[in-house]
């Protein structure tokens, strides 16, 4: 699976937008942007995922470079429970095989109350 | 949503002991599951795939022997660390996906935490 690169930590004041950036520079045709957070001592969980398009959920948004080069998460407004690592991972979409996922170094998101 | 549950969620115990981790999926049925190990401050680590009804699939390095998996059923999947010592300590996660297919989410557990004395 193509490598993404991500910033090792963040910080956002409550209640304002975040961005969080995620470069997957050798991004191939097929491979979909998934991103997962996971908050303190707890296991992974789905946040969003596309393939060209900028797809919105009750979540986040995803909006993906025109190249698909790099994609960006946006929290519209911060809360503190939005305090977490967040990881953008890549994922082919007709690979045949199981579906699991690797995870790389992520994002640590800090909430400024 | 699909939720995924694991039992317990944590585990101290002595060295040499070993411990059984159970992974449910409680609202659909995973014909696969994966385990995942994360030591502190790092990323998951995928150790195995586990699959219903067969042998699972171990990630190189990792110790099929030390590392038992059983998926016995469409709903669960538990994973044994033989012989437990300190260095296996670890927060140990597990997943499925309700459907198959790449574009699925995966539903994670909330995870084990295992301490070895």
């Known amino acids: 699976d193509a490598k993404t690169t991500q910033p090792n930590s963040m910080e956002s004041n409550e209640e304002e937008p975040v961005h969080l950036p995620c470069n997957h520079s050798?991004?191939?045709?097929?491979?979909?942007i998934h991103w997962y957070r996971q908050l303190p001592s707890q296991g992974p969980e789905y946040v969003i995922h596309g393939l060209t398009s900028n797809v919105n959920n009750r979540m986040a948004s995803l909006a993906i470079a025109e190249d698909r080069k790099s994609s960006t998460l946006i929290l519209h407004r911060a809360t503190l429970r939005d305090a977490a690592v967040y990881y953008c991972?890549?994922?082919?979409?007709?690979?045949?095989?199981?579906?699991?996922?690797?995870f790389g170094t992520g994002t640590r998101l800090t909430v400024i109350p | 949503g699909a939720v995924v549950s694991q039992h317990p969620s944590r585990v101290i115990c002595k060295s040499g002991t070993s411990v059984k981790i159970e992974c449910r999926s409680l609202?659909?049925?995973?014909?696969?599951m994966f385990w995942y190990r994360q030591f502190p401050k790092q990323s998951l680590m995928l150790m195995a795939t586990?699959?219903?009804?067969?042998?699972?699939?171990?990630e190189q390095g990792v110790e099929k022997d030390k590392f038992l998996i059983n998926h016995a059923s469409l709903t669960l999947s538990t994973l044994t660390v033989t012989s437990a010592h300190p260095e296996d300590s670890s927060f140990y996660i597990c997943?499925?996906?309700?459907?198959?297919?790449?574009?699925?989410?995966?539903?994670f557990g909330d995870g084990t935490r295992l301490s070895i004395l």
């Open positions: 997943s499925a996906s309700l459907l198959q297919g790449y574009n699925q989410p995966q539903h």
């Open positions: 050798t991004i191939s045709g097929t491979d979909y």
């Open positions: 609202d659909f049925q995973a014909t696969t």
């Open positions: 991972i890549l994922r082919d979409g007709y690979k045949n095989g199981a579906n699991n996922l690797f």
């Open positions: 586990s699959n219903e009804g067969s042998k699972a699939t171990y």
